[in-house]
């Protein structure tokens, strides 16, 4: 791995986790200190954040985290509720036994975890190594960038950090089962209800506000569009 992909995972991870919030400004020399690396390295891995929308560069004067508004949300869940089907189609039709097991053992220590920011990465890294099953580099990608988008609305509505519950265990055991079976139709199903159940596509307990466009917008869009209307946990100051 080069040096910037490590500087890439370190910096998206801080994000991710909120340890750097919305519209705070990085300074990269702040960086090379703190992760020990070299200005180029940092650069290469900052424009590739700003590319995934982690990060805002505005040339000549700074870079800072990126904010997330509401239709950024709605937008979020949209592309990963259309992908998923595609996913699940050529993982299901794709995979290996070795898959199966990394699979299996990713399950087995989720399972065993207690605390909730570890289950949340621990969730992360098992969709990971299913969407690496598809053997489709560009899908894989993209299903990874909007996973970790989600995640870090999760770190930033802490309260809802606990999402991933026994319910949501057993969604991932019956996904394993799926795959192992090469049912893609169940698979698509117990991945729609795993999504559903998160926590956070249909309401968040908390603070919630609606996420949606002008009701105008909103009543033109397709019925299958209209779910993605919905309740999002709302800290001050993290959403707009």
Excluded at 79 to 96: G, I, Q, V, Y
Excluded at 185 to 197: E, G, H, M, P, Y
Excluded at 213 to 225: C, E, L
């Amino acid at each position: 791995m080069r040096v910037s992909d490590v500087a890439y995972e370190k910096i998206k991870m801080m994000i991710i986790t909120a340890r750097l919030r919305p519209g705070q400004t990085l300074v990269e020399a702040e960086l090379m200190e703190e992760l020990g690396m070299g200005r180029t390295p940092i650069r290469e891995a900052l424009n590739r954040l700003a590319w995934e929308n982690f990060v805002k560069i505005v040339p000549r004067q700074c870079i800072m985290v990126n904010e997330i508004s509401l239709y950024e949300v709605e937008s979020i869940y949209q592309m990963r509720f259309a992908l998923s089907p595609l996913e699940s189609e050529l993982a299901a039709m794709n995979r290996t036994e070795e898959d199966l097991k990394r699979l299996k053992d990713s399950l087995e220590v989720l399972r065993e975890e207690t605390d909730a920011e570890e289950r949340v990465l621990l969730d992360r890294a098992f969709h990971r190594i299913i969407s690496s099953m598809t053997r489709n580099p560009f899908l894989e990608r993209e299903m990874n960038n909007y996973q970790d988008l989600s995640i870090r609305l999760l770190f930033l509505n802490r309260i809802n950090l606990s999402s991933i519950d026994d319910m949501d265990i057993g969604h991932h055991e019956q996904i394993y089962r799926c795959l192992q079976e090469r049912d893609v139709n169940k698979l698509i199903s117990v991945f729609t209800a795993n999504q559903r159940s998160s926590g956070m596509l249909f309401h968040l307990q908390g603070n919630a506000r609606p996420v949606s466009s002008t009701p105008q917008t909103y009543q033109n869009r397709p019925s299958h569009w209209r779910r993605w209307s919905t309740h999002v946990l709302l800290p001050s100051g993290e959403l707009t």
